[in-house]
């Protein structure tokens, strides 16, 4: 079911897709893109007994709000008037690649509005020293460049997103290149404002094969949580992650989340 939360003071609204009875979970898609990439997940934590909120962010679906001096507490607040409209208390946050990201960020600036944190992978905060290669930027901005032969689409998403043997025929459409500003705006934010997700649980799920963030990016994140987090590492694997093992990130965020009481 859509939801549109209307937050009139700031002149947004944030579209919802909501699925399931239960605790509340709320699902941050990849940069530009949307909630359907969350489709099949959801499917999986309402039969686990949750229910699931999949947002789209500013410029995706039917969402709308301005990019102009747009910032992370912005993005943290446009999650956090979904939390506050439609769930009952704070809500599990689950981020995918740039979502990993706002859902930190809305755990630090928006605290009350959470009860834990799960990011998928754990990057962002350290593109100094876990650079992405600029052979594999280039591919990423080819992805949604839709004048170019859906041969080189192909190979653009296998190069970025997809572990070699995954078919990135699922990320051929879902672009919503309107919606950049979200990525400006996530990081015009000083990293240390955010990337601890304040002391919220925090469940890392790192592929193994990514091309944007090496298995040692998912280490040093774990040993930088420590105790309050909990750690999976996702074979056969890219960036890409939900239509690539969908299955194995329901598993391990239900077991989380029901851990969490």
């Known amino acids: 079911m ?22 509340d979970a709320v699902l941050l898609a990849s940069a530009l893109r949307g909630a359907a990439d969350f489709a099949r997940v959801q499917t999986l934590l309402t039969e686990a007994g949750f229910r699931t909120l999949a947002l789209n962010m500013r410029g995706v679906g039917r969402s709308t709000g301005s990019f102009d001096n747009l910032t992370m507490r912005d993005l943290a607040d446009d ?19 740039l979502g990993n990201v706002i859902a930190r960020g809305t755990a630090s600036f928006r605290p009350e509005m959470v009860r834990s944190v799960t ?11 876990f650079p992405v290669s600029d052979h594999v930027l280039h591919h990423f901005a080819r992805c ?30 879902g672009w919503w290149p ?13 990293p240390e404002e955010w990337w601890r997700a ?13 091309a ?3 298995p040692a990016q998912g280490h040093a994140a774990r040993d930088a949580f420590g105790a309050r987090a909990r750690y999976a590492e996702i074979p056969r694997c890219g960036h890409a992650i939900l239509p690539e093992q969908p299955d194995f990130v329901a598993r391990e965020i239900a077991a989380f989340l029901h851990a969490q009481g």
């Open 2 to 23: 859509s939801n549109l939360v209307e937050d009139k003071t700031r002149g947004v609204v944030i579209e919802a897709l909501v699925e399931g009875e239960g605790p």
């Open 79 to 97: 999650v956090a008037c979904v939390i506050g409209e439609l769930c009952e208390g704070p809500a599990h946050v689950v981020g995918h690649a």
């Open 119 to 129: 990011v998928m992978p754990c990057g962002g905060h350290n593109l100094g020293s």
């Open 144 to 173: 949604h460049q839709f004048d170019l032969s859906e041969a080189e689409r192909r190979e653009s998403l296998s190069v970025a997103f997809f572990a070699p043997g995954n078919d990135p025929g699922a990320w051929l459409d």
């Open 178 to 190: 309107q919606a950049s500003g979200i990525s400006t705006a996530a990081f015009k934010t000083d």
């Open 198 to 210: 304040g002391d919220k649980p925090v469940l890392i799920l790192h592929p193994l094969q990514d």
């Open 212 to 214: 944007m963030a090496p």
